[in-house]
C-alpha cells in the first residue's frame, strides 16, 4: 500500500510529537524544566520530516513552512505523551479530598482498578 505524501507527512509529524512527548516527559520527571527540552525539539521538526519523507506535500512551499503547518498535530501528541510518560514516571495516584467525591466511591465499590488516598480537609 502506498501513501500520498500529505499522509506520509502527517503520519511523520505525528511520529516527532510522540519521540518529543516522551522525551519531554521523562525529562519533567527527572529535572525541573524539563519538558522545555521536547518543546524546543518542535523547532528541527523541518528536518525529521524531510528526512524521512525526502519531499514536501504541495500545499508546503518551503522547508520553513512545515513549522507553520505542522504545528496543532505535532502540539496535540506531544502534550498527551507528555503528560502520559511523566504520569509513568513519577508513579501517580490519584487523591480523594472526600468519601463523597465521585472517585472514591468508585474505588470503594470496586468499579476502579486505582488506589485512592482519602485525605481529610479542614
Not at 518529543?20 to 520530516?49: C, E, H, M, N, P
Not at 510518560?85 to 513519577?90: A, E, V
Not at 490519584?94 to 480537609?121: D, E, F, H, I, W
Amino acid at each position: 500500500m502506498k501513501l500520498a505524501i500529505e499522509h506520509k507527512f502527517s503520519l511523520t509529524v505525528y511520529l516527532w510529537g510522540i519521540i518529543t512527548g516522551i522525551i519531554s516527559g521523562v525529562a519533567a520527571a527527572k529535572i525541573q524544566y524539563g519538558w522545555l527540552i521536547g518543546l524546543a525539539l518542535y523547532f528541527v521538526i523541518d528536518r525529521f520530516v524531510l528526512a524521512v519523507i525526502k519531499g514536501l506535500p504541495p500545499e508546503i512551499p518551503a522547508e520553513r513552512a512545515v513549522l507553520k503547518k505542522a504545528f496543532w498535530g505535532w502540539f496535540l501528541f506531544w502534550l498527551y505523551f507528555t503528560m502520559l510518560s511523566y504520569s509513568l514516571m513519577i508513579s501517580f495516584t490519584p487523591q480523594c479530598y472526600s468519601n463523597q467525591s465521585l472517585l472514591y466511591k468508585m474505588v470503594v465499590n470496586g468499579n476502579a482498578t486505582v488506589t485512592c488516598n482519602l485525605t481529610s480537609v479542614g
